[in-house]
């Protein structure tokens, strides 16, 4: 193992408290497409054209066969060695919180508990007129775009661009932020505002700030440590020095 991974890896042992922001870069070992990667989401799509508010008042049925793609995908996959790891840390760590973007909810399927999903999840559906919230786990959608039975439409549960995350959300995040000791950002672009600020308020507040990625992002210049590499190996390497006595 490198020495960077297993200082990280000490580093935990040390740590009281312990924050970890995730991205699709963790959920791309499941095989679910990155948005921004080669392969990605956005490819055949631009944000704007489906994944805004807007979007959906002007095509609700195009939106929600983009959806129902992503979850008939998203059905199929399995959490993968990364969302296993943070599990296992969340186990060990005193504090521990998760921290994601992802709304194909494999944390949450692998196990994690300490869990903040700052952009909703891909399998509650919401009433556009009774804002009430339901589980929808039906792969392929019969119907499209859905309606609730009061006749309305349902949306996915989850923050489009342009519209603003949930306020308990964001406190719940930026808080355990501030408080972190080692801050890790994990498989994000770290393109996407306000989650991209987590990282930079954690280091403000004196948190060792780690980015585990394949490639450098916006934020490698300014983070103490980057592991080059997959969130689905590197995540276990560190795990195994931070589960040693
Ligand atoms: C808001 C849900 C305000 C939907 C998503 C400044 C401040 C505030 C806002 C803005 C701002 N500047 C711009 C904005 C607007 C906008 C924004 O951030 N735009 C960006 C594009 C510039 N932000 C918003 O609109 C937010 N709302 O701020 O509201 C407001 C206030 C009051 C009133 C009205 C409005 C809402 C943003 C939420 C958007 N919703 N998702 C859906 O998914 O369908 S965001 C979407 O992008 C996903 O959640 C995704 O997770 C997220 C971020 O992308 P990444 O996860 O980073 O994925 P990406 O493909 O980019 O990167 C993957 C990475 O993984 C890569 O680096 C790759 O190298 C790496 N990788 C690949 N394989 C692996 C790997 N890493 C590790 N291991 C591997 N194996």
New binding site residues.
Partial sequence: MDSATAAIGERLKRARSVVVL?????S??SGI?????PE???QQYK?ED???PEAFQRDPRLVWQ??DW?RQKIARASPNP?HHALVQMERIVPEFALV????DGLHRLAGSQRLIE???C?WRMRCQAEKTVRENREVPLRIIPPRCDCGSLLR?D????????SVETQVQAFAVAESADVFLT????????????LPAVARERGAFVVE????S?AITPFVDSHLQ??????LPKILSILSKD
């Fill in positions: 995730t991205g699709a870069g963790v791309a070992e497409p990155t948005f921004r990667g990605g989401l956005w944000p489906l994944a805004t983009w959806y992503r990364a994601t973007q992802n709304i700052l952009h909703g891909i996915p989850v923050v489009w661009f342009g519209e603003p995350l994990v498989g994000t672009s770290a393109l996407v505002q306000p989650a991209a600020l585990i990625n394949p490639t992002t590499g997959q969130a689905g190996i590197l």
